[in-house]
């Protein structure tokens, strides 16, 4: 826990402000000497060799710094070199030999080296040898100049100031020296050790030339303080919001991917509040912006859907990993909207929401350049079944209404039960407890159903009453072995429990035992 006093320069008026924050940042700050240790490692002297031999500065930069100083592990390592980054990326490659692969990508300036912890073995999966790999990239320092109508830069070869100016956030922008006469030394020109410290998010320069060069930056500045739980400092928030527009000149692809991005983190309310707050939602997710809106009459109000499914997003991110049950929390409601309706006697209604919804969903995927296939109709099914568990709650209800629940969420039944008990978010505990009461009876039914389901699977379909009309038995010692010699055919999956390969298989037996029809 620290209790930071930070001083900071008001870029447009030059006037120095100080901020008072209680924040609690699981980092260590570390001295050179630290760092050269914490380096101290084959893959970093060799680079330190390969870019010595070629006259070359080189440092290691980006998310890999970060993440020493938040203690978070990582196996993607960017370098910078001052020169030629290909020509180091190439070398590093000659003195690895079969541990390292090397991929160029001209266009760009950049090369790729994966380490490998044994020799490449083309015997071996993909998988087996891609098992504790480590990637390399290598980039020539360079500074860019940018296009209004485009994200990408004009890009010439700089210095490594130039390359950390063009760097999008101060935490991003530490570099460390990988030259042997310098190995170790930190070089953090924007203070981004004191934004470590402080849990900011604020960038090298000006945020809006920052933003409106590169709008992605605008997604990625949120993901990241949604990531670790940082704050977004005051003048670049600002600047999010005055530039919010820029947004739309970035690709559906690059903009589902930071979605992406935001849902898989710890808390992923925090980023979707943050969208709101600056405007971007409204532009690339309109219909989700569009909850935010609670309206009265006669003093009667509903709900904020909003904050609500966020608090739902939230819940299922505690129980799962799985990137589609968190998109189906997320559009769950997303048709009450166009569902609400006023009724003088019952207020505010949303009926049918889940089928308006799970409708709404292709749509959105389609715009939002998110996967047409499977995983997309993954989520219309936990957004169309979302309200279906609730109703089969009660005692009454009949076997077959659970059955038809299961079959019609097939495979996905665990992930909508997480979702639907995700759903609960009544502050009155009164009320809270008597929906999880009821979702455990849920749960008790599909479980109770599946025992009783499989034992009627495992049962033939041939019973001993047919057994005895065809072979014109009374109860007897035969009649019991036939059953057993069918229900051990099932259960050793030798036949399928159908009719006529049963039927096979019992005359069969039938004549061993000397019985006929």
């Known amino acids: 826990m620290y209790l930071c006093i930070r001083f900071y320069r008001n870029r447009q008026t030059d006037i120095t402000l100080f901020d008072l924050t209680l924040h609690i940042t699981a980092m ?5 000497a630290e760092l050269a240790e914490i380096l101290d490692k084959d893959i970093f002297h060799m680079i330190s060799e390969a870019a010595d031999s070629l006259g070359m500065e080189c440092y290691v930069v980006g998310g890999y710094v970060r993440d020493i100083f938040l203690e978070r592990p990582s196996n993607d390592i960017d370098c910078v070199v001052v020169g030629s980054g290909i020509k180091v990326a190439k070398k590093l ?13 001209r266009n760009f300036g950049t090369a790729q080296v994966k380490i490998y912890t044994s020799p490449f073995d083309s015997s071996l999966s993909v998988d087996e040898m891609e098992k504790g790999a480590i990637e390399v990239e290598f980039v020539g320092a360079r500074k860019e100049s940018y296009n209004r109508e485009s994200r990408n830069p004009i ?16 935490i991003n922008a530490m570099a460390i020296c990988l030259n042997k006469s310098r190995f170790g030394e930190l070089v953090d020109p924007f203070g981004g050790i004191d934004d470590l410290y402080d849990g900011i998010i604020c960038t090298p320069l000006d945020p809006d030339i920052t933003f409106s060069d590169d709008p992605l930056r605008m997604l990625r500045c949120i993901r ?85 499914t966020l608090e739902v997003l939230d819940n299922v991110a505690k129980h799962s990993d799985n990137l589609w049950l968190r998109w189906g929390a997320l559009l769950h409601d997303i048709g009450k909207p166009r569902s609400k309706r006023w009724d003088p006697a019952a207020g505010w209604t949303f009926h049918a929401h889940n089928t308006i919804g799970a409708k709404m969903v292709p749509g959105l995927f389609r715009r939002l350049k998110l996967p047409m296939d499977m995983k997309m109709k993954f989520v219309q099914k936990m957004v169309d079944l979302h309200m279906r568990p609730i109703a089969i709650a009660d005692d009454i209800v009949t076997d077959s209404a659970v059955r038809r629940l299961v079959n019609d969420a097939g495979d996905d039944i665990d992930e909508l039960m997480i979702l639907c008990e995700a759903d609960i978010t009544s502050k009155n505990q009164t009320r ?31 019973d001993g009453n047919e ?51």
Do not use: W
């Open 467 to 517: 057994i005895m009309e065809m072979y014109h038995l009374k109860p007897s010692r035969e009649v019991g072995l036939l059953k057993q010699y069918l229900k051990d055919a099932v259960l050793d999956n030798k036949v399928e429990n159908e009719r006529e390969p049963l039927l096979a298989l019992l005359d069969e037996k039938a004549q061993e035992l000397g019985l006929k029809k």
């Open 224 to 308: 990241f303080a949604t990531r670790l739980n940082f704050r977004i400092e005051d003048e670049t928030f600002d600047a999010l919001q005055r530039n919010a527009e820029r947004i739309k000149i970035i690709s559906g692809e690059r903009i589902a991917e930071e979605l992406n991005k935001i849902l898989m983190t710890n808390v992923p309310s925090k980023g979707f509040v943050d969208l709101q707050r600056c405007g971007l939602l409204q532009i690339i997710f309109p219909e989700l912006a569009q909850m935010d809106i609670v309206e009265t009459r006669n003093g009667r109000a509903h709900k904020n859907n909003f904050y609500h």
């Open 28 to 32: 260590r700050d570390y001295t050179d």
């Open 93 to 105: 490659q000659a003195m690895l030999g079969k541990r390292a692969r090397l991929s160029v990508f």
């Open 155 to 170: 890009v010439e070869d700089g210095t490594l100031e130039d390359d950390q100016n063009r760097r999008d956030f101060t």
């Open 432 to 462: 809270k407890q008597h929906f999880i009461d009821n979702y455990q009876l849920v749960r008790q039914k599909i479980d109770d159903l599946k025992v009783k389901d499989f034992k009627r699977l495992l049962q033939p379909v041939i």
